[in-house]
C-alpha cells in the first residue's frame, strides 16, 4: 500500500436488537447508542422487555391492556403508567427506567476531602514517595474528620488518590508531544472474560487517542486497530481542536509477544523521517509499564491486569460487543481529561504524530 494511503478499519458496530430500530429508526442516536452499550445484559434484557410493551401499546389494533403490560414486565401498575409517561414525554432508553447510573460517575462523599487534602500533602512533600504521600494523606484525613483509625479509608484507597495527584501533576505537555503505546490484559465490564488491550496514550495529558482489543502474539494488528481508532478520534470531538504542540518529540511502544516481526520497522521508520520514534520497550516485565502510571489499575470500568498480558492462550478473541464496550470506556474517561486543553483556536495535531499513525494503521 502506498506510503500516505490510509487503510480503511471499520469501525465497530454493535448488532442492535429489531426493538431498538423499530423505536428509533436504523440510526440509532449516539446517546441512545451509549446507554445501550453501557448496560448489562440482564439491563438489556429489561429494557426490550419493556421496550416491546411500549411498542405493542402504540400499535392502533393491540388488544394488550396497562395492566397486562406491567404484569408481563414485573412492575406495579402505577409504575408502569410512570414509564409510559415518561416514554411518550421523552423517548429514549432512560425513560424506561433499567439503565442504572453508570459506576464511572459515582463518586462518594469523603472522595472531594481527599482530593484537596491530597494537593496538600504534596504542596508540602513534592519529592515524597507514593507510600509517604498515601501514609500522610491518612493522617491529614485523620486531623480533618477526628475519625478513629477503623473509620479511615483503606491503604489502598488512600494510595489510589496519592496516584491520581501525582499523575495530575506531571501532567505539563501539551497533548501530542509524547506518546507510548502500551499492551496490556484487561477486563471489562460485565464480562469475565480475559482481552487483550492496545493503547495509543499521550504522556503529557494521559489521553488515550487510541485504542483497540487483540492478541498479543500479534501486535502488529492490535496497534493497527489502536492507530486506526486514533485517527477516527483525533477528527472528531471531544478530541479535535486541542492545544496540540507543534511537534512530537518522541514515543515509545511495548512490542507483544511478537517482538521479532517489529525488526524491519526501524527501516519503514527512518524511511519516512520518524528515525527517533517506537522506540521499543522490550522487557519481559513490560507490559503496562505505560499504563499504570499514566492511567492507573482503572480506565473507568476497565479493568488492567498487566501480569496477565504474557498468558496469551488465556485471552478471549474480542465480538464486536466487547470492541463496542471498551471504546466507550475510552470515550467517557477521555471526556474528563480534554477539558483543560481545548482552545477557540483551530490547531491541527503534529504532522509526526499523524505519520506515525499512518504508518501503524498501514501496517
Known amino acids: 500500500m502506498p506510503m500516505g494511503v490510509r487503510r480503511q478499519i471499520p469501525r465497530p458496530e454493535p448488532t442492535l436488537p429489531t426493538e431498538l430500530l423499530t423505536a428509533f429508526g436504523p440510526e440509532l442516536p449516539h446517546s441512545e447508542s451509549e446507554m445501550w452499550t453501557a448496560m448489562s445484559f440482564v439491563q438489556r434484557s429489561q429494557t426490550l422487555e ?9 400499535r392502533p389494533d393491540t388488544t394488550l391492556s396497562m395492566d397486562k403490560a406491567a404484569t408481563k414486565v414485573g ?10 409517561a415518561d416514554w411518550e414525554k421523552c423517548r429514549s432508553i432512560a425513560s424506561l ?53 477503623d473509620e479511615l479509608p483503606s491503604h489502598n484507597t488512600l494510595r489510589k488518590f496519592a496516584e491520581t495527584e501525582r499523575r ?3 501532567q505539563g505537555e501539551r497533548p501530542g508531544a509524547y506518546v507510548v503505546l502500551d ?4 477486563q471489562l465490564p460485565h464480562s469475565d472474560s480475559l482481552f487483550a488491550a492496545f493503547l495509543i496514550i499521550d504522556r503529557g495529558t494521559r489521553i488515550v487517542l487510541g485504542a483497540g482489543l487483540g492478541d498479543p502474539r500479534d501486535s502488529r494488528v ?17 478530541l479535535i481542536g486541542l492545544a496540540w504542540a507543534d511537534r512530537l518529540e518522541g514515543s515509545e511502544i511495548v512490542h507483544g509477544l511478537d517482538s521479532e516481526d517489529w525488526d524491519a520497522q526501524a527501516g519503514r521508520m527512518q524511511a519516512a523521517g520518524l528515525a527517533d520514534q517506537l522506540r521499543p520497550a522490550t522487557a519481559a516485565r513490560r507490559f503496562g509499564v505505560f499504563v499504570r502510571p499514566l492511567i492507573g489499575a482503572r480506565m473507568g470500568r476497565v479493568k488492567f491486569l498487566p501480569g496477565q498480558t504474557a498468558k496469551a492462550e488465556h485471552a478471549a478473541e474480542p465480538n464486536v460487543d466487547d470492541l463496542v464496550r471498551f471504546l466507550a470506556e475510552v470515550g467517557a474517561y477521555n471526556a474528563e481529561l480534554v477539558e483543560p486543553w481545548k482552545t477557540a483556536e483551530r490547531r491541527d495535531p503534529p504532522a509526526g504524530l499523524m505519520t506515525l499513525l499512518g504508518m501503524l494503521t498501514n501496517g
Open 50 to 58: 419493556r421496550l416491546r410493551m411500549l411498542l405493542d401499546l402504540e
Open 75 to 84: 412492575v406495579s401498575l402505577n409504575r408502569w403508567y410512570e414509564i409510559r
Open 97 to 149: 427506567g433499567t439503565f442504572a447510573i453508570n459506576p464511572r460517575t459515582r463518586k462518594l462523599s469523603h472522595h472531594q476531602q481527599l482530593e484537596e487534602l491530597a494537593v496538600a500533602v504534596f504542596d508540602k512533600d513534592p519529592t515524597g514517595s507514593v507510600r509517604q504521600h498515601a501514609l500522610a494523606l491518612g493522617e491529614a484525613y485523620a486531623k480533618a474528620t477526628g475519625r478513629p483509625n
Open 168 to 170: 495530575r501533576r506531571a
Open 183 to 186: 499492551c496490556c490484559a484487561c
Open 222 to 238: 492490535g496497534y493497527m486497530f489502536a492507530g486506526a481508532d486514533a485517527q477516527d478520534r483525533l477528527s472528531a470531538d471531544p
